[in-house]
């Protein structure tokens, strides 16, 4: 017994989020939080905004971490997150009412902001913060993964995508089925071995996040990398002996 | 199918709501970066931005800043109509008065300047795009007192590049994304391409074919997806780069055939040590510039290609002097054991191991990875090519480099590079943007050694001197601009010194001027070095008279900042939205590698309070100067329309007019055509702008490509068809040189000549930063430097509420060693301590810095009771400015003479030589910044948050039920599709959500 | 996890209120309720006004109490539904139970069935609060085992404690032997969460920067910046952070305090029946309700949420 849906098509849409390119820019929590705070769940609720304490409503936000390895080396990775549209999602099967949902026919997970009671269980059951409490409308919120944008009919076809990832700039957001294992941001994933977030956390999180990729190095190492002299002894009087026979030509 | 009360809520969602009544297009000013964007209205509010798909910046992206534009659109901080001044400076105490007074105000003001001595109005403008206009305008009313924010911003770049490669980094060219294989990025956190850069490494790195190499003390943003990230101690690029022209000089890695096609690497030098033409090229009676023929042994004009040229040997002239090709002075300066890595490895604080493999690695990236594309070309002599052969080594810089008084040689250094390496405007490499590349210099020279009442300059205030003739100086030497530009102190200040401006006006040094005009420069704050002497200059007396000594300050903001209450006339601008604006090919175009562009802004909202768009004011102003070619010769003026009106019909010279596209009378030509009454309208049609693209012959080699140089003439870009010869070595710099010891009819005073002889080297140099030579042994170990957050613009972004709520308090970033040095844990407070003064801020240890740095982020600390913002808010309390603590002026030298805080060759200011040491705050003293300055008075808040909230959009939201069986099927969205598709199988080309017909596989080359 | 009054108040009053009906009901089924009328009474008022409390302050925190209602439709899968639909039905058996003791006021078989339904229903109410907690897998601390026998034997125990005190102020029989009862509570009950605050300080983490974040391989993960610097929702609810000395100390108390200290003094009483152990009766509730309130308000204070690890916990 569940409220998940009993039969869960196959369709699974989420994200896919490339954290060896995105430079941390927050494009795409901004535009998320502009496109939403009039869509589905609008308004994405500010409070103090221009004050001491200003706090708000996103769905998408942008954290930057520190990876120091063994040998102290460290590498600065940022690391966007936003709700996971997991399969197994917690955040529904605890919500009382039934206002927390996922849709069959897509495995989109919304907030029925008209049945909340704004018990914040559901956040307190989300492993990844993605669920976002409207204080001002005492309901819970959250990523809609752009449900009023990806099938809008009255958008040019090229903006019917998540905002989040048509904006951002570096082009590490992919949008797709990830249900269907030969759809292309399946294919992406597989050939990146993108992974999922806690997985010990049995959500069946669908976005994937493709890892950082090593650091490329031409020629591999430090050592015996070097250019060798021209000259044997690579002194300035030897190379300009060399070069009293050059001629050039424009 | 009817539900139980226990199933899940799921709602019949709504997925095609109307989102907006009209869609318009317009040009984001966020930032410079001028992305195209739609801005969707619905009920007359701004529903939605994005970026515009088909626009050649962005095509289709919008960054943080962008998308935060409803914000700063609605913005509480927004003025609201004229306000005059009834208290004193800096108390914030206005009263609002109506345009007519305002104007008439400012034209009395400026109306006696110009009867009496134009000069004496300084005109400076701050982040704005229309120096087209506003340089015009200075020309027409007489000062030669004008300039951007360009000279405290990165000049010396501009100039490294226009004196070396007749283009330059900045925003005037670009790596070839699509080829390069590896990519060199200097000193940039954010840069104006903003997006155009993020979307460049995004495919790059998707690719996967280029190695990617960033050159900077913090590890942060781009530098975090670097594949190899030198942290090198700031300001030491300049000694970095020449390591690596070391060692490619010794093995000989250089690109013989791009020196000797496109550089001056052969024309000879006179070697004459105490001539009055020691170090000036070689040239024949016609003034041509000549090399040495090996096969006729005998000078040959450089131009002759029929020429064996000779790289090394000295020469003897027939008049007993002699003369050696350039490439030998530079082969022994570089050869130099003191360039080598392990004499710079210390001083740059990268192994010797590293700087050699980097070097081998260019050669490799270079040499072995030839990139040939099979399109043919003719160059500038006629000669037929069946191929572009390019070196796909790639390089960009910007700040990191510029904001060190070292800069401009830094820069030049790594132009310098780039030409051994045969990888400028080749496949891979660095590309010019049009209307670059141009003469070297390009040609106006600075107009303003002397002004005259009512009349205007003989040409712009603006330009590139090529010697101390062209300096703007009296018979004694002294400047005569207010900033000093163009004096014996900055000779090659392309873009004036803005940050000087206040300290010398005050000053009255050279002279006291009347009227302080400024537009979008928040002067009072972030724009500032030494901000609290500053606000002292700005609101100093005259304790004889009781009169500012800045006697009248007019200032043109759209927002509350923190400058406004130190003016005395206010002049209120519209949103971005709410204006035209012209982002024209005079002044900052938005080309690209590929082709010319430029583009204008509509207005998209009227504006809803009593503001005017500054440049309609300005040529409203001009009106009432009778300012010439403003005005018909009957007085009536020519432009009554504002703004729009000289945007579509003002002409520089006949045919040449802010706009490009559309123009003649049809609107069929471009570049250059008669004014077009329609022109506006084309480019609202064509989502407001315009670009042309290069033909594939004309994509490379610009500076040598005979057919793209008959179409930059024909644009009207460059002044003959002539190839333009890359200088490796300058002659330019060493006429100054020369000037310095004794030769020519313009020298420096006496207490110059030392000063100029040492950095007036024709070839780059490395010297250390001025603050750091002057403070040499003094307790201030650390380099203390500032990034731009991706997601704020200065001080306009950090006062957005929803950007705000990223980053509302900056910490100073240390490395725990660096910290461990100071006794210092993470989030305690510490002063920073330099040579100025001091500032209190709150720690973030990091290990992604270089040790001997401390950084922040730059322009979120703000003055208490500005912006709209709340009096406690973190940005003014616990944020801190690092601003406080940089000074505008070095030490004092030998003499007493405090020279300006700037790059001594082009008056760039040196924001980044600032040094410090860090002392841990008393128990008692954490918790807050200082100096916490006291609140400016500000007028209420306008709208938008009853009650502590924001509820943007609520009644935006399309309420209407969702109807069955509406929408279309999902597309995915693959980001870089194009790059993905070629790595990954089973991914069709295309981009984003669009798929290319037919699909699969790499399309082109 | 922020530790929110009306939370705390929920829990431990709920709790006690079930726990003193459940164990009326069990006097009933065994047939030794006492019939004495007022102690009656006060016994389910207190019981049922209890249970009131706890669940009208639990619809405090709510966003929309108006639609409280809908909290009881998803009981198929959600504890907090199932416990609101058990809150609700437990009020129909407790409800019969009160009124036929009321009306018949003796023991009857009729009346020990009614009981032991209400006891039971109890039972699974405070088994479903209990659970509300436990299945958060989020949350190590409360996803322990131990997490659903504290509900029940802290329940049991202050139902007990209330219980003995209710017999010992009316002087009615089977009160020594519910005083040992209660007695042998407190220290099951400091066993039990002794067990727990073990697991909670020994136990595995849930997640690691590391998992959290699958960058592990490469190196330690660490937060360099968070992607707010101002507070957010998130953190405010689950960023509460309480030092390890501090909790440390106040686990010291809860035990010593709310659980060891009654026990004894129930002991000692039991010395002087009548008004020794009405006295230690007496003494022991706001012993215990201190105590409970310590415990509970630990009891979120000490939890660590997953979601911290992106908010630069490196183990939660
Ligand atoms: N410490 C440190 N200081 C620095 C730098 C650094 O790196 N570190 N960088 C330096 C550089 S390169 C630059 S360019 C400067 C930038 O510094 P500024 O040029 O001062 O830039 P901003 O603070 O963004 O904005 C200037 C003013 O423009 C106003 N403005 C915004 N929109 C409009 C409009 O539509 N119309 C009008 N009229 N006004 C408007 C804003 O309200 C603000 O007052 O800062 C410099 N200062
Ligand atoms: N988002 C955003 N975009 C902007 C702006 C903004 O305020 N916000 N401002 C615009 C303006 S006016 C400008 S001028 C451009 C500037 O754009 P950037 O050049 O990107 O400016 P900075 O943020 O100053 O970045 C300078 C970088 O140089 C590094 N650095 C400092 N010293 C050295 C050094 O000695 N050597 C090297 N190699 N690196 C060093 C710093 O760590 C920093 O990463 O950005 C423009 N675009
Ligand atoms: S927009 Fe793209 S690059 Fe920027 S933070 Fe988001 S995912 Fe990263
Ligand atoms: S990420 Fe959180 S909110 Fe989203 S589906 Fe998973 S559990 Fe629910
Ligand atoms: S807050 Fe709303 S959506 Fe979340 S669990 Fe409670 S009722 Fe469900
Ligand atoms: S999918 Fe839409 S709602 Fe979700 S994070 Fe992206 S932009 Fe926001
Ligand atoms: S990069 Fe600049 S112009 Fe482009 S969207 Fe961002 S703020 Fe606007
Ligand atoms: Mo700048």
Known sequence: MTSLPRNAGPVKLGLVIDLDICVGCHACAVNCKEWNTSGHSAPLTDSDPYGADPSGVWFNRIHTFEVVNEAGDSRTVHFPKSCLHCEEAPCVTVCPTGASYKRQEDGIVLVNAEACIGCKLCSWACPYGAREYDEDVGVMKKCTLCVDKIYNENLDPRSRAPACVSTCPAGARHFGDLGDPQSEVSLLVAARGGYELMPEQECKPVNRYLPPRPKRQTPAVDSGAALQPATPEGEAAGLLARWVDRVLSR | MVRSVLDTGQEAVNTCPEVADEIKQTTCYMCACRCGINVYLKDGKVRYLEGNPDHPVNQGVLCAKGSAGIMQHYSPARLSKPLLRTGERGSGEFKEIEWDEALALASEWLGEVRQTDPRRLAFFTGRDQSQSLTGWWAMQYGTPNFAAHGGFCSVNMAAAGLYSIGGSFWEFGEPDWDHTRYFMLFGVAEDHDSNPIKAGLGRMKTKGQAKFVSVNPVKTGYSAIADEWIGLRPGTDGLFVLALVHELLKAEKIDWDFLGRYTNATWLVIDDPEGPEDGLFLRNPEGATLCWDTARGEPVPTADVTAKAAVVGRFALSDGRAAVPVFELLAKRYLDPVYAPEAVAERVGIPTATIRRIAAELAEAAFEKEVVLDVAWTDWAGRKHDKMIGRPVSMHAMRGISAHSNGFHSCRAIHLLQMLLGSIDCPGGFGYKAPFPKLIPPSPLPAGKTAAPERPLPGMPLGFPLGPDDLLVDAEGRPTRLDKAYSWEFPLAAHGLMHMVIHNAWAGDPYPIDVLMMYMANMGWNSSMNVQGTLKYLTDKDPETGDYKIPKIIYSDAYYSEMVPYADLILPDTTYLERWDCISLLDRPISSAHGPGDAIRQPVCAPDRDVRPFQDVLIDLAGRLQLPTFVYLDGEPKYPGGYPDYIANHERTPGIGPLAGWRGPEGKQQGTGAPNPDQLQRYIENGCFWTHKLSPDQLYFKHANKSYLAFAKKMGWIPTEEPIVMQLYSEILQKFRLAARGHGKVQPPDGERARVEAYFDPLPIWYPPMEEEALDGEDFSLHAITQRPMHMYHSWGSQNAWLRQITARNRLYVHPETAARFGIADDDWVWVVSPHGRVKGQVRLMHGVNPSTVWTWNAIGKRRGAWGLDPEAPESNRGFLLNHIISELLPEREGGHRYSNSDPVTGQAAWYDLRVRLERCRPGEEGATDPLMEAVKAPPRRGLDEGGKLRYGAELKDRRAAVAGQGTPFQEWIGNRHEVSVTVPGVADGKGNVKKPGGGGEGGA | ?316
């Open chain 3, 1 to 316: 996890m922020h530790p929110a009054k009306s939370v705390i108040l929920f829990t431990t009053a709920s709790g006690a209120g079930y726990g003193l009906l459940a164990w009326l009901g069990l006097l009933a089924a065994f047939g030794v309720l006492p019939s004495e009328r007022w102690f009656g009474l006060a016994a389910f008022a207190l019981g049922l006004g209890l249970v009131v409390t706890g669940l009208l302050s639990s619809t405090l925190h709510l966003g929309h109490p108006e639609r409280a209602w809908r909290a009881l439709t998803q009981w198929r899968s959600s504890w907090l539904s199932r416990e609101g639909v058990a809150a609700v039905v437990t009020f129909l058996p407790v409800g019969l139970f009160a009124f036929y003791w009321i009306v018949d006021g003796t023991n009857s078989d009729t009346l020990a069935v009614v009981g032991l339904l209400a006891s039971l229903c109890c039972l699974v109410t405070v088994i479903c609060t209990a659970m509300i907690y436990a299945s958060l897998r989020t949350i190590r601390a409360w996803a322990s085992p131990w997490t659903l026998p504290s509900y029940l034997v802290l329940s049991a125990l202050s139902g007990a404690v209330l219980l003995n005190l209710l017999l010992q102020l009316w002087g009615l029989p089977h009160n020594g032997a519910f005083a040992w009862m209660a007695a042998a509570l407190f220290i099951l009950a400091g066993l039990v969460k002794v067990l727990y605050w073990r697991n909670v300080m020994y136990g595995e983490p849930a997640g690691t920067a590391e998992s959290a974040t699958g960058l592990g391989p490469q190196g330690r993960v660490r937060l360099l910046e968070a992607p707010h610097s101002e507070s957010s929702y998130l953190m405010q609810e689950m960023g509460f952070r309480i030092a390890r000395k501090h909790a440390e100390k106040l686990r010291r108390l809860t035990l010593l305090g709310g659980f060891l200290a009654p026990f004894v003094l129930i002991v000692v009483g039991q010395a002087a029946p009548g008004l020794g152990s009405l006295l230690a009766a007496l003494a022991s509730l706001p012993l215990l309700a201190a105590g409970l309130a310590v415990e509970r308000w630990l009891f979120f204070a000490e939890a660590k949420h997953v979601v911290t690890l992106y908010y630069g916990e490196s183990r939660a």
